[in-house]
């Protein structure tokens, strides 16, 4: 297939309006020739995955953006760092290594993106509304935006969302047009739950993670949840076992009012039962442990922590008062850590071990103070990760299960 | 009876236009970069891969396409500038990480490693490629079996 380019694509590519966005067109033209697309269309917004560094060669390509005089076309928010910029000292890191993961934060500002550093940028003012087309990387936000939202991204990532951020353009393709947005899979959820625990949204994720591919999930007979975090650490899990971009939620998510229209009136390609004892089995995988084990710190907030999710934290925080030292770390979003000190919220909580974790995230990076112990989470994505990325030994709990076992000292979970 | 050495031509598409010869490294199994591949040294370290403890510096990587996390992308640029890279990448598909990794590299460090896409059925680890621009733009990828005189074929 040809592609086809607007005269403003032209005039990028030709060098009418700067070096940097002749090398972003360039790889735009050649990524979009790759997917196989017909033409490009303009986004609303773009979120970049970036910061963290991996290596010179991500931050060569920056700098040589920034050298260009490039700036990012449209409102771009930036996922987290390598570092809590909000925090210093928290990350521990040599100089060496510390210069060029600095540096690669910084350059992004240069570009004119935003200084969200957060993996929710839909927490953000940055949100999009339904029907927006926008070029997303990081893989919760990519889930997030199109299924709980209705906004339209395909899994963007490594610099092509930044070409996308420098010219305001993203393929038409994939995700983007409505007709690949239709379901393909079932997965008909066989539970009697009276109240929907946050595990079970959780485990949801990580099955149909697993069983997708890359067929879009359509999920039946899931309970309303009590509000979008549910919707965010299930779309979090699934796109940690799996690639899922997008999921509809019969009768939840905004273009899945129906089975039918979920499907396009088309009948599902397979469908696949799901019992609480699946549920139970796929949770049961993010445990290294058993109840009992002695317990070294907490980490709430991957995907970052909501002002909700605060809400539901603090009072569980004064009322379970851990006085071990056990240290509790919750990553958040900095705008979202602003309000919360504007509000006073979080005045006097560091006695209770609260440890608060901006532009960056506890899985990434090294913050923990030890490492020896068991970790607990109440994250998927976290359970599911952390161990090989800072070699932690994880066990996965409710909120509040972790907040209890920080204040008995050793891992406890459920009535026990 | 001594026999020419046969030379099999097969034409392909450029994702990244360029020239390149080496020796092949075959895998029914796509190799995902990100996690797959150390980039200081080129070494397979992904457990489940078939490959594992081989080396695709130089070589010329052949694979029914990519695999994985976008992240592939960034390791492969890096390789790319370390000079830890394949020579070349045939795919049977086309694959857009791939891409965007090799374009960068080739926009940062004017290191050109092309990636084709073309039919790779029967092409074996340890022939010799040769990868070069038709009059068309289109890749011409021309096979030459390694030699193997223990087991001689009938015309």
Redesign the interface.
């Known amino acids: 297939m040809t592609l086809e380019l607007s005269a403003r694509d032209r005039s990028m590519l030709d060098g009418e309006q700067g070096l940097s966005a002749v090398a972003a067109m360039k790889i735009l033209v050649a990524f979009s020739n790759a997917v196989g697309a017909g033409s490009l269309l303009d986004i609303s917004g773009a979120h970049i995955d970036g910061c963290l560094y991996h290596g010179k060669a991500g931050l060569d390509f920056v700098e040589r953006l920034v050298e260009g005089g490039g700036r990012v076309q449209v409102p771009t928010t930036l996922n987290v760092g390598s570092f809590d910029l909000i925090h210093p000292g928290m990350v521990k890191m040599s100089a060496t290594e510390e210069a060029p993961a600095r540096r690669l934060m910084k350059a992004h500002l240069e570009l004119g993106c935003q200084a969200t550093f957060t993996c929710a940028p839909y927490q953000t003012r940055f949100r999009p509304e339904f029907g927006q087309q926008i070029a997303w990387g990081e893989s919760n936000a990519i889930v997030f935006a199109n299924s709980v939202i209705g906004a339209r991204t395909n899994r963007y990532g490594d610099f092509i969302d930044l070409c996308c951020a420098m010219t305001g353009r993203a393929p038409a393709w994939g995700l983007h047009s409505y007709d690949n947005r239709r379901g393909r899979i079932l997965f008909e959820l066989d539970i009697a739950e009276t109240e929907p625990n946050d595990s079970l949204f959780v485990g949801v994720g990580l099955i149909i993670g697993q069983a997708s591919g890359d067929r879009i999930p359509v999920i039946a007979g899931l309970p309303r949840p009590r509000d979008e975090d549910q919707l965010k650490a299930l779309g979090a899990a699934a796109a940690t076992t799996g690639a899922v971009a997008l999921f509809h939620a019969v009768g939840i998510t905004p273009e899945a009012g129906t089975l039918d229209e979920a499907f396009h009136g088309h009948a599902p390609e397979e469908t696949v039962r799901v019992t609480r004892a699946d549920i139970d089995h796929a949770l049961a995988r993010l445990s290294g442990v058993q109840d009992g084990a002695l317990l070294s710190a907490v980490s709430l907030g991957t995907p970052h922590f909501s002002h909700e999710e605060w809400m539901r934290l603090l009072p569980m925080l004064r009322e379970t008062a851990p006085a071990r030292g056990i240290p509790i770390y919750v990553n958040t979003g900095r705008a979202t850590l602003t309000r919360l000190q504007e509000e006073g919220a979080l005045d006097g909580m560091e006695a209770f071990g609260l440890i608060p974790v901006a532009d960056t995230c506890t899985y990434v990076t090294s913050i923990l103070e030890r490492l020896d112990g068991v970790v607990m989470t109440n994250s998927g994505k976290w359970a599911h990760y952390a161990p090989g990325n800072i070699g932690v030994t994880v066990a996965f709990a409710e909120m509040k299960d972790c907040i209890r076992s920080a204040a008995i000292g050793h891992v406890v979970r459920g009535a026990s | 009876m001594i026999r020419p050495v046969e030379v099999v031509e097969r034409s392909g598409t450029f994702?990244?236009v360029g020239t390149a010869e080496g020796q092949t490294l075959v895998f029914s199994q796509p190799l995902s970069f990100w996690g797959g591949i150390d980039?200081e040294t080129g070494d397979i370290v992904d457990h489940s891969h078939p490959g594992l403890g081989q080396n695709i510096a130089g070589k010329i990587l052949v694979m029914p396409s990519g695999r994985g996390?976008?992240?592939?992308?960034?390791?492969l640029?890096?390789a790319?500038?370390r000079g830890t890279a394949p020579a070349c990448i045939l795919l049977e598909r086309?694959?857009?990480?791939l891409?965007?990794?090799a374009?960068?590299?080739e926009?940062?460090?004017a290191i050109s490693m092309p990636l084709v896409v073309c039919d790779i059925a029967g092409v074996v680890s340890g022939e010799r490629i040769a990868v070069g621009v038709g009059g068309d733009g289109a890749a011409i990828v021309r096979l030459q079996p390694a030699i193997s005189p223990a087991a001689p074929r009938r015309q």
């Open positions: 994702q990244l980039a996390s976008s992240s592939s992308s960034s390791v640029a890096e790319i500038r086309p694959d857009p990480i891409a965007v990794g374009i960068v590299a926009f940062l460090y």
